[in-house]
């Protein structure tokens, strides 16, 4: 009997704590994203638009030539170098008349690919309905979906969406709240966590040599604006963007159950435990060792607990033994070289979260 080889992706986050500017984590309150959409037409296809089933779109082009005096009965109206798409944008609030960003475009019906076509005109709304935006341009797909005369079918990556570099341009300014307030200025985290926004308080107010930040909560930040920066207030944010601020990140394990891909933290630590599961055995044992420093050297005795895993297969006679702190780089090596599949691998890992020897929180995708 033939025996499966299903090979285990392991990757481990051993990413060391390292300062971050805090335009990276945070953002200034009253600064946001607004969401723009709008539905267009693309133009240019080689035969692979909507087909006569996508009523809309006959509608559409109908609707269109009509603008320019043009009368076509839709029965006699094919469109299969047309395609109806949806347009959507994400668009800062500060932006000005004329400025450019990129769209996303995706298909709306029928069609089979998208690529070589045009964008014509299209309005961008936003949540209220009104039109902040217009969009037009060549669409760039990454990738093809092309069909031959004889049935046969080449296809790479999606045809179905892409995007237009600076395609959108612009027309009326998002309304934006005012960051600057009565006191100062508040910072919000994208992430909440009290140990960040703690960091990032100490860091501010090491920097300017003031007790100017007082942290809220776990995301907000409120800096007070001294007196010889109220006369530039660019320089100052800037300022503040640019400070360097320390990190802090949960302890977590990411399984994907349908690659067999484990993702663990830096943080995440596996306490001694024993499992058994089908036919293996899992045992992480605990070694305390104590270095004891040498006579009259003034030095301190320091005990380390080496935690080593032992795992054991049944139809196996190999058993792997890794010395030094267990983790869950250790462990999932270990069953990496036992050949455990990702079923195994994600159970096993969802008994240490139960029995409470997997200090890290469990997510399951």
Same mark, same amino acid.
């Given at each position: 009997?033939?025996?499966?080889?299903?090979?285990?992706?392991?990757?481990?986050?051993?990413?060391?704590?390292?300062?971050?500017?805090?335009?990276?984590?945070?953002?200034?309150?009253?600064?946001?994203?607004?969401?723009? !959409?709008?539905?267009?037409?693309?133009?240019?296809?080689?035969?692979?638009?909507?087909?006569? *089933?996508?009523? &809309?779109?006959?509608?559409?082009?109908?609707?269109?030539?009509?603008? &320019?005096?043009?009368?076509?009965?839709?029965?006699?109206?094919?469109?299969?170098?047309?395609?109806?798409?949806?347009?959507?944008? +994400?668009?800062?609030?500060?932006?000005?008349?004329?400025?450019?960003?990129?769209?996303?475009?995706?298909?709306?019906?029928?069609?089979?690919?998208?690529?070589?076509?045009?964008?014509?005109?299209?309005?961008?709304?936003?949540?209220?309905?009104?039109? &902040?935006?217009?969009?037009?341009?060549?669409?760039?797909?990454?990738?093809?979906?092309?069909?031959?005369?004889?049935?046969? *079918?080449?296809?790479?990556?999606?045809?179905?969406?892409? *995007? !237009?570099?600076?395609?959108?341009?612009?027309?009326?300014?998002?309304?934006?709240?005012?960051?600057?307030? %009565?006191?100062?200025?508040?910072?919000?985290?994208?992430?909440?966590?009290?140990?960040?926004?703690?960091?990032?308080?100490?860091?501010?107010?090491?920097?300017?040599?003031?007790?100017?930040?007082?942290?809220?909560?776990?995301?907000? !930040?409120?800096?007070?604006? %001294?007196?010889?920066?109220?006369?530039?207030?660019?320089?100052?944010?800037?300022?503040?963007?640019?400070?360097?601020?320390?990190?802090?990140?949960?302890?977590?394990?990411?399984?994907?159950?349908?690659?067999?891909?484990?993702?663990?933290?830096?943080?995440?630590?596996?306490?001694?435990?024993? !499992?058994?599961?089908?036919?293996?055995?899992?045992?992480? *044992?605990?070694?305390?060792?104590?270095?004891?420093?040498?006579?009259? +050297?003034?030095?301190?005795?320091?005990?380390?607990?080496?935690?080593? %895993?032992?795992?054991?297969?049944?139809?196996?006679?190999?058993?792997?033994?890794?010395?030094?702190?267990?983790?869950?780089?250790?462990?999932?090596?270990?069953?990496?070289?036992?050949?455990?599949?990702?079923?195994?691998?994600?159970?096993? &890992?969802?008994?240490?979260?139960?029995?409470?020897?997997?200090?890290?929180?469990?997510?399951?995708?």
């Amino acid at each position: 009997m033939k025996t499966k080889l299903l090979l285990i992706a392991f990757v481990v986050s051993s990413i060391l704590i390292y300062p971050q500017r805090l335009k990276d984590v945070a953002y200034f309150k009253g600064v946001q994203s607004e969401q723009l !959409i709008g539905y267009g037409l693309i133009v240019g296809l080689a035969g692979s638009g909507d087909s006569y *089933r996508s009523t &809309f779109t006959v509608q559409s082009v109908t609707s269109m030539l009509k603008r &320019f005096g043009i009368t076509v009965p839709d029965v006699n109206l094919r469109t299969r170098n047309v395609a109806a798409v949806m347009v959507t944008a +994400s668009v800062n609030n500060y932006l000005k008349t004329g400025s450019e960003f990129d769209v996303s475009v995706s298909s709306l019906g029928d069609a089979t690919s998208l690529m070589g076509g045009t964008l014509l005109m299209t309005p961008l709304s936003g949540k209220d309905g009104a039109v &902040f935006a217009m969009c037009q341009g060549p669409l760039s797909v990454g990738g093809y979906d092309i069909t031959t005369s004889s049935g046969g *079918r080449v296809a790479k990556n999606h045809a179905l969406s892409g *995007r !237009i570099p600076g395609g959108g341009v612009m027309q009326q300014e998002l309304s934006s709240a005012n960051y600057i307030q %009565p006191n100062g200025v508040t910072v919000l985290l994208r992430k909440p966590d009290f140990t960040t926004a703690n960091n990032i308080t100490m860091a501010l107010n090491q920097k300017f040599s003031d007790t100017i930040a007082v942290s809220v909560d776990a995301s907000e !930040i409120r800096v007070r604006i %001294p007196e010889a920066k109220q006369s530039n207030l660019t320089a100052f944010l800037a300022e503040i963007e640019a400070t360097t601020v320390t990190t802090d990140v949960i302890a977590k394990v990411v399984l994907n159950e349908r690659t067999g891909t484990v993702v663990a933290g830096s943080n995440v630590r596996i306490l001694p435990v024993s !499992i058994s599961h089908g036919n293996l055995r899992i045992n992480v *044992r605990s070694n305390p060792l104590i270095s004891q420093p040498e006579a009259m +050297s003034q030095g301190k005795t320091i005990l380390f607990n080496s935690l080593t %895993p032992q795992i054991e297969s049944e139809d196996s006679t190999s058993t792997v033994s890794l010395s030094g702190a267990s983790n869950v780089q250790e462990v999932a090596t270990a069953l990496n070289s036992l050949r455990v599949s990702p079923r195994d691998i994600i159970a096993i &890992f969802q008994a240490l979260k139960e029995a409470g020897a997997l200090i890290a929180e469990l997510v399951i995708m």
